[in-house]
């Protein structure tokens, strides 16, 4: 159980919907925070999606959505996100966040309060780079991510400041995930 | 005639898309097709080999693990390379808890709405649902309270006048027929379902280090540190940890997903008649049990067109047969060529038309195993172990059956398993019998570190020159193979050949369907605008297109489309 769980979705291998991984990657190499909130690359959880959210209280997701201008942020209500019906489902991939909060709905469990960062993507082509205006927009959502931290709990996510020890900028970790 | 099309347009691009032909109030023709381009092997060419399973396991969020895996025993094959006992144990622990996880999401939240009809719990009376539920098994969650809890929570949702995570069953649709007490022990136990699935993939986050995509695979064996007496390490302390949740897992597989799976066949008893299509069957030995990978605790095999007898197994990944048998044919995919290629040749070049009837139709390879379309899944691996004699498939088979017989009040056998319902039986079967290897290979594990064992991992050393290798997987969709070209020390081809591609397989150059299509011929079709007859059969393979896009659509575009034409 935790306050607040922040989670990256989307697939890092086609393009720009690896955007929410990015950024959940981005707020782990950039900011510290206490046991009470996690952060974390869901990847791609599709069917299992309600399990992953049963125990938090509150849950700020941040995914790729659907739009006109690559690298747009677009932060959406629990009311707006349940409020698009879910369809005819093939295979276990369809279903999305708007179906695990439905069945969370019925089955009376998981948490009130969520939120959701969008992204607009430029590509979804095959590879496992982001696009460079998503590129460009991954601190603004993690911005955003942070200020939606901080209205739930004062201070959730804390900017790392590098040692003044070491007097080295900071390195980012190679792309390994 | 009646041209159906059934494309669902999630997120961007659709992953399956079915065509079929109806005439007489009966599929004539059928066309499965997957519309989107991934080709996403070829992320990985120059690559080093020890990071692929970094990749492949991010193909797709449901089948996560299975590629993680299928990765590494290929690149393990390559360099004959063997694997610690304690991985074996760890990784056979982790398939096995991924499976179960993943057999009851698809039943409960995925296929039961094609049998079960919502609305209808309605009319039910809770203490008679009680009272049939308690008759079918042992199981704690089945009181008249409960039970009476879950129908107000329904009626509750049915007066809000939304229909929430049930808005597309096909509720009300004519061949809707369980009683509505049956009705209301599917939708509690699809409930308690959303707990118990969570406990097995507890397990796979605590080997893992996380879930989904785990973290603990190497080419070598898993990279688990293993010490009794620390607090950090896998210790005597996690294992219990572990043992706890199996503990829960256990008993709702076998006295609630297997007695729920024959309920609901035992009133659809017609569903054994329809389905069967390609009867030739694939499953490979899984859950190795000695360091070189020759000795499995489940069998596999192929069985051509249906005929147990003449089963043959395959010995491993070794197994010279597999390992030329496997080719993949492009005419009828929007691929260059057309011969059928050997994965090591494998090529993936683009060439895209439109979705042509007698051409190319699909981003799907039709792969064929010693040139015939063949169908893996569940089904494969329980007759394969049936065939082979392996006593817990049989035990659960058998039982299986005479659940279904005593509801449906014919006597069911073996031979029905061909059909639609026959798959959704052979997985519940696969996950009873899984859930008993799970106490098993715990209990491998536990006792190997309590001798004193606590290898992991042997280096891999790459030589110069050209090596090929294939890993195999039985993964819960049937036959995963992952086909590697390594050229001093690098990745020089990569090919998976995955579950859904040999199941949603387009025709081959003979012009002979794959499974998908060869079961949906025959099948009943009551209102074409409502096509659940095509879902039944198309579910209970329980398609998986690798690699979803998982973006939101926040317009709330239909999710899916059905087209009469």
Request: aromatic share 8%; charged share 20%; proline share 7%.
């Amino acid at each position: 159980m935790s306050r607040l769980a922040i989670f990256g979705i989307g697939n890092i291998l086609l393009g720009d919907d690896g955007v929410g991984p990015a950024v959940a990657r981005y707020l782990d190499d950039n900011f510290d925070h206490d046991d009470e909130v996690i952060v974390e690359d869901l990847g791609t959880p599709s069917l299992s999606l309600p399990g992953y959210l049963i125990e938090h209280d509150a849950v700020i997701f941040i995914d790729a959505v659907a739009g006109d201008i690559p690298g747009t942020i677009v932060t959406y209500t629990r009311e707006e996100i349940v409020a698009v019906e879910p369809g005819i489902r093939i295979s276990p991939h369809e279903p999305s966040i708007n179906d695990a909060l439905i069945l969370l709905d019925f089955a009376g469990a998981g948490p009130r309060d969520v939120t959701l960062i969008g992204v607009v993507p430029e590509t979804l082509d095959g590879g496992v780079t982001l696009s460079p205006r998503v590129a460009a927009a991954v601190p603004g959502a993690a911005q955003a991510a942070v200020a939606e931290a901080a209205r739930r709990i004062g201070g959730a996510l804390v900017r790392r400041v590098v040692g003044a020890a070491s007097q080295r900028p900071a390195v980012a970790r190679p792309f390994t995930w | 005639m009646t041209k159906i099309v059934i494309d669902p347009i999630t997120r961007i691009e659709g992953h399956l898309r079915i065509d079929v032909e109806v005439d007489g109030g009966e599929v004539q023709k059928a066309w499965a097709s997957s519309t989107m381009f991934r080709g996403i092997e070829r992320i990985l060419l120059g690559r080093d080999p020890r990071d692929a399973w970094f990749f492949t396991q991010r193909f797709c969020g449901v089948c996560t693990t299975v590629h993680a895996l299928a990765s590494v025993r290929a690149v393990e094959d390559a360099l004959n390379l063997e694997i610690p006992l304690n991985a074996q144990y760890i990784r056979n622990l982790t398939l096995i808890c991924h499976a179960l996880h993943d057999h009851v999401v698809h039943f409960y939240q995925l296929s039961a709405l094609d049998w079960v009809d919502v609305t209808q719990v309605l009319k039910a009376d809770p203490k008679k649902a009680s009272a049939i539920a308690e008759s079918l098994s042992e199981w704690e969650g089945n009181s008249s309270k409960e039970m009476a809890a879950v129908k107000n929570r329904v009626k509750a949702l049915v007066d809000s006048g939304q229909l929430g995570p049930f808005a597309h069953g096909y509720w009300g649709h004519p061949a809707m027929k369980l009683p509505p007490e049956v009705n209301l022990i599917a939708v509690s136990h699809y409930l308690q379902a959303l707990e118990y699935q969570r406990y097995a993939n507890q397990v796979v986050a605590m080997l893992g280090g996380k879930t989904p995509h785990i973290q603990n695979v190497a080419v070598g064996g898993v990279s688990n540190a293993i010490n009794p007496d620390s607090d950090a390490t896998l210790n005597i302390d996690r294992l219990y940890q572990m043992k706890a949740l199996l503990d829960k897992i256990v008993p709702f597989i076998q006295n609630v997903y297997v007695p729920d799976v024959c309920t609901v066949a035992g009133f659809y008893p017609e569903w054994f008649g329809y389905g069967a299509g390609v009867t030739n069957y694939l499953s490979v030995p899984d859950l190795p049990l000695d360091e070189k990978s020759t000795q499995f605790e489940l069998p596999g095999g192929f069985i051509p067109n249906g005929d147990l007898s003449k089963f043959r197994p395959i010995t491993g990944q070794k197994d010279e047969n597999f390992r030329k048998a496997v080719t993949e044919d492009n005419t009828h995919a929007w691929y260059k060529g057309s011969g059928g290629l050997h994965p090591w040749k494998g090529e993936t070049d683009p060439e895209y038309t439109d979705w042509q009837a007698d051409g190319k139709y699909s981003w799907v390879k039709a792969p064929r195993y010693e040139g015939q379309p063949t169908q893996v899944g569940p089904l494969a691996n329980v007759l394969c172990g049936y065939a082979a004699g392996n006593p817990l498939m049989i035990k659960w088979t058998d039982a299986a059956l005479d659940k279904v017989s005593a509801i449906a009040k014919v006597k069911a056998t073996p031979a029905m398993l061909h059909s639609t319902l026959g798959r959704h039986a052979a997985r519940a079967v696969r996950a009873a019998v899984l859930s008993e290897l799970a106490l098993k290979q715990w209990q491998l594990l536990t006792d190997n570190i309590l001798r004193g064992d606590s290898k992991v991992f042997n280096q891999p050393e790459f030589p110069k020159g050209e090596i090929e290798g294939v890993g195999f997987h039985e993964a819960p969709r049937g036959t995963l193979s992952h086909w590697v070209v390594i050229d001093n020390g690098a990745i020089k081809n990569y090919q998976a050949v995955v579950p859904t591609t040999w199941n949603a397989s387009p025709r081959d150059a003979k012009g002979v369907p794959g499974p998908y299509e060869a079961s949906l011929l025959k099948n009943p079709i009551a209102d074409p605008e409502h096509p659940l007859e095509v879902l039944r059969t198309v579910h209970s393979f329980d398609p998986c297109m690798a690699c979803a896009v998982h973006m939101f659509d926040p317009s709330g575009r239909k999710v899916a489309r059905v087209k009469v034409l």
